[in-house]
């Protein structure tokens, strides 16, 4: 793998963080409504049931249409289109304090999703194929990650100020904290135009050769990997039933939950970049591309425990379950995303992030909806039975992969072609 690690602002560095900084603001709109979407719908006398379901809803839809818009983007190669329709659907966030309607709010909620299944597949494209040959996929995904956390932690602290600055009604105090999220909306946008100028103007995406991949095909250890990710994620828990537990057993308050929810984008930022490091040394060590993926052994058995340590009583256990929870964000925004540019062929890229994004979306979808309806039921031990059986999977999943991966490594040894 070249590098270029004497420059230090080469152009791919740049996209890089051009990239990570529009992500930054990104996170700082939307991530701030989903530390507190959760709170503000039990407000609104909305079950867990509905909330999980709405919010598995979402997921699928931001995920199962980045098939479309992978696709899209292959062929028409408009990826700016993308970019700038995606980022513009955030507006709908801010939205949100204008209303207390629920089927409104679900709307809001589902458009804010499709927005950013417009926008991914064509940003992950772009910032692969500079990457993987200059600065390394792990450190490239891992270093947006952390610029991106940066965002998500900031945002929530929008109300985590309000809350403890305004002495309005809790109602209130929620809309004062969406509509607040103009203001980083609006320089958000403002970004978007300067990146796409800056890097059109100096041609920092013009080195991406599309025809050298074509003979490529999608090999076997993508849709194990597939595999993989759907039952890693399908047993995770999402902050929208971590969220409602802690307010429905009133074990924080509302101002506390938000600041939770940033500590643990910190540890997922800081995760991304060191996980994202380590990813890229295996694969020098191995000499394959695929040699980093032996860095996801962990997350199967940290999901594991996340149901046992957040869904209780013990605040130190639930502060530990969200550091966790921050490790494991960070290791699926950062190297699930670099793998996919190490074993797919850069012309099929965005099919593949379509393809990938679907499973996982397809996983949040059934895990979120399920594990609100089990919560309802007070089945705390039917969540940690389901989610026991799925993370068993992906580790049988997770071991047949790194055996594709060995072979792969003792046929290049032996000069032989692999094709995993």
Known sequence: MSRNSGKRFSPAVTVILLFGIISLLGDMVYESARGANSQYFNLLSVSAAQVGLVFGIGEFLGYFLRLLAGVASDKSGKHWVFIFVGYGMLLVVPLMGFTMNW??????????????????PAKDTILSGVAENQVGTGFAFGLQEALDQVGALLGPLIFTLVFSLTNQNGVAQYQLGYKLLFIPFVFLMLFVLYAYRKIKSNGLDSGIDQKEFRSERLKPIFWIYTAFTFFCTLGFVNFSVIGYHLKADRLLSDGNITLLYSGAMAVDALAALIIGKLYDRLKEKTGIKTGGLAVLGAIPFLTLLLPFLTIGSSMALIVIGMMFFGIVMGTHE??????????????????????????????????????????????????????????????????????????????KTDGNSSDI
Not at 353 to 379: E, P, R, V
């Open 334 to 411: 950062a190297i699930m995303r670099s793998a996919i540019a190490d074993i797919t062929p850069f012309y099929k890229r965005g099919t593949s992030y379509g393809i990938f994004n679907t499973g996982y979306g397809l996983a949040l979808f059934i895990g979120s909806a399920l594990m609100g309806w089990l919560y309802d039921l007070n089945q705390t031990g039917m969540i940690m039975a389901f989610i026991c059986v799925a993370e068993a999977i992906a580790v049988f999943l997770y071991f047949k992969m790194i055996h594709m991966v060995r072979s792969s490594r003792r046929q």
């Open 103 to 120: 089927s409104i709010l679900v709307i809001l909620i589902l458009m804010e999703r499709i927005g950013k299944a417009l926008r991914n």
